[in-house]
């Protein structure tokens, strides 16, 4: 009799067993379709230090909070950020590798040739983080106490006026360029490594003007080491409100700033941009992030994945007319 009854249940048992696995597998399934379900990968194109990894780091500490999954800085510095934006745009359109995009994004493609990707194809816009305002300062001891003073010593001394920033085509050089183009004077640019290299030079009298973002020269103006002529921010700057905007100095209204965005491969789908996108713009609006961006002089920004493609396309139109005004000669990275 127990041996009929064990003989008439097996069918039932197989049939559990088969239920059960089957709900195991659709489990383990729905769970890998849960985005994130694992560590998010933040490339940055620049090396450790700069403002850069400081904001990369903030939003991935917020993000992480969020979405309950770790958020990983990775450095793949070189070529201008060319690196690390080709290996994000060749990177699984997964979610899991984003990029940390910066303004040096719409400069390259007028300072170099064969470029080893197409942003505009390549890459997908997630949100805007912030902007980091620019400033242009002179030595005190030259006497230049405004923008019309400037230009007036330019056209008096044609190619005599000296600047420094960061570099051949980074964004103050251009703006620089862009600036003496519109106005009709010719300007001397000094390229340097880095800000301190030029302050310094500015502060000793070897440079006249160093343009780099508000944060590398906020404490010299404060002091009295260096004199303001003006930012290149749409309306005065909360961090240096003193000081005047191109247009009200007389001169191109020009607005821009070192800007900071995040970015996926082109194929990562529309639920996990808006995803990311939605968290990021939480994160951006924390008191925490909001006074940690100040501290930087950083203004948060946010919006929406397209509001970043509008802003992206406009940005390509002023670095293209740049590059022209500086008339740079494209670097061409070979095929």
């Known amino acids: 009799m127990f041996k009929k009854i064990i003989t008439s249940l097996m069918p039932s048992f197989a049939v559990a067993a088969l239920l059960c696995n089957t709900l195991l597998y659709c489990g383990a399934a729905q769970a890998q379709d849960i985005y994130p379900n694992k560590p998010i990968k933040i490339v940055l194109g620049v090396a450790p230090g700069a403002s850069t990894d400081f904001l990369a780091r903030e939003v991935g500490r917020g993000l992480s909070e969020r979405v309950k999954v770790p958020v990983v800085i990775e450095y793949k510095a070189g070529a201008n950020t060319i690196i690390g934006t080709n290996a994000v745009a060749k990177s699984a359109p997964d979610g899991y590798t984003l990029y940390l995009t910066t303004i040096t994004t719409a400069i390259n493609p007028f300072v170099y040739t064969n470029l080893p990707f197409d942003f505009k194809k390549d890459m997908k816009n997630i949100v805007l983080l912030g902007v980091a305002d620019n400033v242009f300062a002179v030595t005190p001891k030259m006497g230049i106490n405004n923008a019309?003073?400037?230009?007036?010593?330019?056209?008096?001394?044609?190619?005599?006026?000296?600047?420094?920033?960061?570099?051949?085509?980074?964004?103050?050089?251009?703006?620089?360029?862009?600036?003496?183009?519109?106005?009709?004077?010719?300007?001397?640019?000094?390229?340097?490594?880095?800000?301190?290299?030029?302050?310094?030079?500015?502060?000793?009298?070897n440079l006249m003007g160093y343009f780099g973002t508000i944060s590398a020269q906020r404490e010299f103006i404060k002091r009295g080491d260096l004199k303001p002529l003006f930012v290149t921010s749409a309306k005065?700057?909360?961090?240096?409100?003193?000081?005047?905007?191109?247009?009200?100095?007389?001169?191109?209204?020009?607005?821009?700033?070192?800007?900071?965005?995040?970015?996926?491969?082109?194929?990562?789908?529309?639920?996990?941009?808006?995803?990311?996108?939605?968290?990021?713009?939480?994160?951006?609006?924390?008191?925490?992030?909001?006074?940690?961006?100040?501290?930087q002089a950083i203004d948060p920004m946010g919006g929406t994945p397209k509001?970043?493609?509008?802003?992206?396309?406009?940005?390509?139109?002023?670095?293209?007319?740049?590059?022209?005004?500086?008339?740079?000669?494209?670097?061409?990275?070979?095929?």
Not at 166 to 191: C, F, K, W, Y
């Open 307 to 335: 509001e970043m493609d509008t802003f992206f396309d406009e940005e390509l139109k002023l670095w293209q007319a740049a590059a022209i005004a500086a008339k740079i000669v494209p670097i061409s990275l070979g095929k």
């Open 148 to 205: 019309q003073d400037m230009i007036a010593y330019a056209k008096k001394n044609p190619g005599q006026f000296t600047y420094g920033s960061s570099g051949i085509g980074t964004i103050h050089n251009l703006l620089m360029e862009l600036i003496a183009d519109r106005t009709q004077v010719q300007v001397n640019h000094i390229p340097y490594k880095g800000a301190m290299a030029a302050v310094t030079d500015v502060l000793g009298g």
């Open 236 to 295: 005065r700057s909360i961090y240096l409100p003193e000081v005047q905007t191109l247009a009200e100095a007389g001169l191109p209204p020009i607005a821009t700033g070192y800007w900071m965005g995040l970015s996926a491969p082109a194929g990562t789908s529309d639920a996990i941009v808006n995803l990311l996108n939605k968290e990021i713009n939480a994160v951006l609006r924390t008191p925490e992030v909001i006074q940690k961006f100040n501290q």
